[in-house]
């Protein structure tokens, strides 16, 4: 049975960093994986997204610059590393695993075309 965690999830000012994890346990990261968030009131969204060892990355416009995700294949691990946070950052952030659809740029980062989630961590970014 596959199951996906995610941590790292904090309270930070507006600026800060952080670093969010995901492991994957009954699940070979031999296949995309991506991160998504949630904010109350509003539709998941992709974050970011990536194939196996990285060779390939995504981001969504609104972090692209400040965000950067990467994979450690021989841990499992999928990381989210975010820098120069924003308020408009704050939201639930949740690992995805298993990309069911192709791996074009908008299905990577569409919720619908992922296997296996996690239960999210939550980033708040204060002003």
């Known amino acids: 049975q596959v199951q996906v965690m995610e941590s790292g999830g904090d309270s930070v000012q507006a600026g800060g960093s952080l670093r969010l994890s995901c492991t994957a346990s009954?699940?070979?990261?031999?296949?995309?994986m991506a991160w998504f968030r949630q904010a109350p009131g509003k539709e998941r969204e992709g974050v970011a997204a990536?194939?196996?060892?990285?060779?390939?990355?995504y981001y969504a416009d609104s972090v692209k610059g400040r965000f950067n995700i990467s994979q450690d294949v021989t841990k499992n691990t999928l990381y989210l590393e975010m820098n120069s946070l924003k308020p408009e950052d704050t939201a639930m952030y949740y690992c995805?695993?298993?990309?069911?659809?192709?791996?074009?740029?908008?299905?990577?980062?569409?919720?619908?075309?992922?296997?296996?989630w996690g239960q999210g961590t939550q980033v708040t970014v204060s002003s």
């Open positions: 990536c194939s196996t060892g990285r060779s390939t990355a």
């Open positions: 995805a695993a298993q990309l069911i659809g192709s791996t074009l740029f908008d299905e990577t980062l569409d919720k619908s075309k992922y296997r296996y």
């Open positions: 009954g699940y070979r990261t031999n296949n995309w």
